[in-house]
């Protein structure tokens, strides 16, 4: 069935860096758009970052931007999200979600589906 | 402070309706697609709406969405227990280039 599943996740200390993995099956994975989702504790959704599945085009929110950095490995089927600079303020649970509409280079339909969930902890 | 603007709660009696709003802006909602989704306590969030105004496989037609201008609205009928969950809007704002929640909206049914 068509499946996302995180990992990488753990405790990490203010400054430090964590890479994030997002390994996909029961898909064509280089015809989607992956992006990071992530929720801090008690609060809503917030977008993080994306990339097409062309391994071109990125986009990221103003929150990460500069300091997250994501990309793609079409032949390994899984996206990463290299996290530098963490802050308390990262500290969530990361989703990976596919859009469901393939070829999307720009904007997003809907996500479908969504990862388990990977939780973030940046503590001194 | 999100993009998208959601009451922060709703309620009603098992068997009644309720409708979410979600309200943004021509850069967002007023030029791009809105979809909908509920998430149950401690589980990632599920899609019940997509492209303003369809469901996808195996959502019951007791959930339906809407779209009008800058705003979008999620109606759920013959409420249930089970809908006790947060819902939440999203969409794709073109001047930020990035996609933009709502705050989400927390449902019980009383």
């Known amino acids: 069935q068509v499946q996302l599943v995180e990992s990488g996740g753990g405790v990490v200390q203010p400054g430090r860096s964590l890479r994030l993995s997002c390994a996909a099956s029961g898909f064509i994975f280089s015809n989607y758009a992956i992006h990071w989702v992530r929720q801090a504790p008690g609060k809503g959704l917030e977008w993080v970052a994306d990339m097409r599945h062309d391994e071109t085009n990125k986009y990221y929110a103003d929150s990460v931007k500069g300091r997250f950095t994501i990309s793609r490995d079409n032949s390994q089927n899984t996206v990463y999200l290299q996290m530098n600079s963490l802050t308390v303020e990262d500290t969530a649970v990361y989703y990976c979600a596919r859009d469901a509409s393939p070829y999307m280079i720009r904007g997003v339909r809907w996500f479908d589906p969504w990862g388990q969930g990977i939780l973030v902890t940046v503590s001194s | 402070q999100s993009v998208l603007t959601q009451p922060p709660s709703v309620s009603a009696a098992p068997g009644q309706k309720v409708t979410i709003s979600c309200s943004g802006s021509s850069s967002n909602i007023g030029g791009n697609y809105v979809s909908w989704y509920q998430q149950l306590p401690g589980t990632a969030p599920k899609p019940l709406i997509y492209?303003?105004?369809k469901r996808p496989s195996g959502i019951p037609d007791r959930f339906s969405g809407s779209k009008s201008g800058t705003s979008g609205t999620l109606a759920i009928t013959g409420l249930q227990t089970g809908d006790e969950a947060d819902y939440y809007c999203?969409?794709?704002?073109?001047?930020?280039?990035?996609?933009?929640f709502g705050g989400g909206t927390k449902l019980t049914v009383l």
């Open positions: 492209d303003n105004d």
């Open positions: 999203a969409t794709w704002d073109s001047s930020l280039s990035g996609v933009v």
